[in-house]
C-alpha cells in the first residue's frame, strides 16, 4: 500500500485529497499546525495525523522522521493569505505567505527526500493569481507564481523524485464559506471568467492530484486548472 502525507489535509482542498486518497486505497496521514484538527479529520476518513507547521523547520524534521521506513508522495497545501495593497503590506505576514507557500515547501523537500521512495513525488499548489495580477492579490500572486519555480528546481535537484505543482483558479472547496452571502457572487463572477463557463469544484482539483500521483513521466511541470481562466480575454 502507498502511503501519502497531505499537509493542510485537515481542511478545505487538503481534506478532499486525503478523503480521496483513503477511498482509493492509499495509507494516509494528515499533516497539520492543529493537531487536534488533524486528528479529528483522520478519525473521521480512517486515515492518522501528525503535526507539521510549515512556519517551523523543527516539526517538518520531526514529521519526517516518523517515516523512516520510507513514504511515497507528500502533498502540501499550506497557504498564509496576506491579501492587502502594498502599502498596506506587513513584514510578518508577508514573511509568513512565503514561508507557507516557497520557504516552507523546500523544507519539507530538505527533510523528507531521504525518505520518499524513487518513484514517488511532491505535488505543491499554487493558483491561477499568480499568473493574472490584481489589486491586493501582490502577495498571494508573488508566491503562487514562485512556487512554479520551486517544482521546476526541486524535480532537477530530487529527481528520480517527481515533483509537481497544481495551479487551481476559484475553486468552491469551503474556504470561500467564510464570505457568507459574498460567495454566491464571487462563484459566479469566477465562473463567468473562465472558458468553460463554471467555476470550479474540489473534485476537479482532486481528479487532478490523484492522476499526478500516478503520473510516472511528468515531473517539474504546474498543471493549470482554471477553466482556462488565463485565456479568457472578454
Avoid: C
Amino acid at each position: 500500500m502507498e502511503r501519502i502525507l497531505v499537509i493542510g489535509g485537515a481542511r478545505a482542498l487538503g481534506a478532499a485529497v486525503a478523503r480521496r486518497a483513503v477511498k482509493e486505497g492509499y495509507e494516509v496521514v494528515i499533516g497539520a499546525r492543529d493537531l487536534a484538527a488533524a486528528e479529528a479529520r483522520a478519525a473521521e476518513i480512517g486515515a492518522a495525523a501528525v503535526r507539521i507547521d510549515l512556519q517551523d523547520e523543527a516539526t517538518i524534521a520531526a514529521a519526517a522522521g516518523r517515516f523512516a521506513e520510507g513514504i511515497d508522495h507528500v502533498v502540501s497545501t499550506g497557504s498564509a493569505p496576506h491579501d492587502v495593497r502594498a502599502v498596506e503590506l506587513d513584514h510578518d505576514k508577508l514573511v509568513a505567505a512565503f514561508t507557507a507557500k516557497v520557504i516552507g515547501p523546500m523544507l519539507v523537500a530538505k527533510h523528507f527526500a531521504p525518505v520518499l521512495r524513487p518513484n514517488g513525488s511532491i505535488v505543491l499548489f499554487s493558483g491561477v493569481v499568480g499568473w493574472r495580477p490584481g489589486p491586493g492579490s501582490l502577495v498571494k500572486g508573488v508566491t503562487n507564481g514562485a512556487v512554479e519555480y520551486v517544482a521546476r528546481h526541486l524535480a532537477a535537484d530530487l529527481a528520480p523524485v517527481r515533483v509537481n505543482a497544481i495551479s487551481p483558479g476559484v475553486v468552491d472547496s469551503g474556504a470561500w464559506d467564510r464570505l457568507g452571502d459574498s460567495k454566491a457572487g464571487l462563484l459566479s463572477k469566477s465562473a463567468a471568467g473562465t472558458l468553460v463557463g463554471r467555476y470550479g469544484e474540489s473534485d476537479d482539483v482532486v481528479d487532478a492530484v490523484m492522476w499526478l500521483l500516478r503520473a510516472g513521466f511528468i515531473s517539474g511541470e504546474t498543471i493549470h486548472l482554471e477553466g482556462g481562466a488565463r485565456h479568457k480575454t472578454s
